[in-house]
């Protein structure tokens, strides 16, 4: 049963190819995009702590 | 002040703070709507839709082509209306929501690409032919990557967003070339069967699928979108701190 399924008539060498570059293009965009995100606060953070800093030590 | 109060609501989410709660609020909606209608259209897609009587099986590649190639187009119709609100009216998110959205739309357009090359093979007999859709597509990939190579190009990234900007309007022209394209050139590429006139010629059975993963990939667009922007604000605002700090 689920070796047929994953048989897919034969066309197993192009459909499940194509699900896959799928899933790793839409799961690899997802990923970048909050790495990025996150990367971007924390040196937003640092840079207005330090900042901060300077205000205080004027 | 009074302007601005009685201004349209267009201009109430064109400020970034309000952009970003906004932003925060949504993005867990459309990351459970784009799991559930993803997850629905891959279950009916690929367990209870029938295989096609033509093309067996190897017509599920169909599910990921068909909706990653309609969202190649619609998001970059989105960067192209962004980039009108841009250059007429300085809008000053509709930079932001161009840039965040080019590397999208460059992902949709290589996954239609490939999938669409691993279904060319076993029903053509080729991975590629140059006609004018596949052809038109490939520009529409190639249109991407300028768009995100000339909005780095420049040290001050208005000036880098305009002539993206510019691009992304020029550009525009190729969207109905490709809409078009299987009916005004032959070609080996299948007419449209969704949206024509007289309505669709394919089985409810399976447009059902290709519509939850059309929905699914849009909301997907939608909570990415929400994030890359707040990941431009970010950068902007790194980059004002950085300018004030290097000229006390």
Redesign the interface.
Same mark, same amino acid.
């Given at each position: 049963m689920m070796a047929k @399924?994953l048989e897919?008539?034969?066309?197993a060498v192009?459909?499940w190819?194509? @699900?896959a570059?799928?899933a790793l293009?839409?799961i690899?965009?997802?990923i970048t995009? !909050?790495r990025?995100?996150r990367a971007?606060?924390a040196?937003?953070k640092r !840079?207005?702590a330090a900042?901060r800093r300077a205000d205080d030590g004027a | 002040m009074s302007q601005r109060r009685s201004g349209s609501s267009l201009h109430r989410f064109a400020n970034p703070s309000r952009f970003l709660r906004l932003g925060r609020r949504l993005t867990p909606w459309f990351a459970v709507l784009a799991a559930a209608f993803i997850g629905a259209g891959l279950y009916v897609g690929l367990f209870v839709a029938p295989p096609d009587y033509q093309q067996g099986e190897s017509v599920r590649i169909m599910y990921v082509h068909v909706p990653a190639a309609w969202m190649a187009l619609f998001v970059y119709s989105c960067i192209a209306a962004a980039s009108v609100a841009s250059l007429v009216w300085r809008h000053p998110l509709a930079d932001l929501i161009a840039r965040a959205s080019a590397p999208v739309g460059a992902g949709f357009t290589a996954v239609a690409l490939i999938t669409g090359s691993l279904w060319g093979q076993p029903m053509w007999g080729t991975w590629w032919v140059w006609d004018a859709r596949l052809t038109s597509v490939l520009i529409l990939f190639f249109l991407y990557l300028g768009h995100i190579a000339i909005n780095n190009a420049f040290d001050d990234p208005t000036r880098g967003a305009r002539a993206a900007a510019i691009l992304a309007v020029v550009g525009f022209v190729n969207v109905p070339i490709i809409k078009f394209s299987v009916d005004w050139w032959h070609t080996l590429h299948q007419p449209a069967s969704v949206f024509r006139l007289g309505g669709p010629t394919i089985d409810l059975s399976m447009l059902v699928p290709l519509f939850l993963m059309a929905l699914g990939f849009t909301f997907y667009y939608m909570m990415l979108l929400m994030l890359r922007v707040r990941s431009e604000i970010v950068a902007r605002k790194i980059r004002t701190v950085q300018l004030l700090q290097a000229a006390p």
């Open positions: @399924f897919m008539g034969g066309y192009y459909v190819p194509a @699900f570059v799928a293009v839409m690899g965009l997802l995009s !909050l990025t995100l971007r606060e040196i937003l !840079l207005e900042a | -």
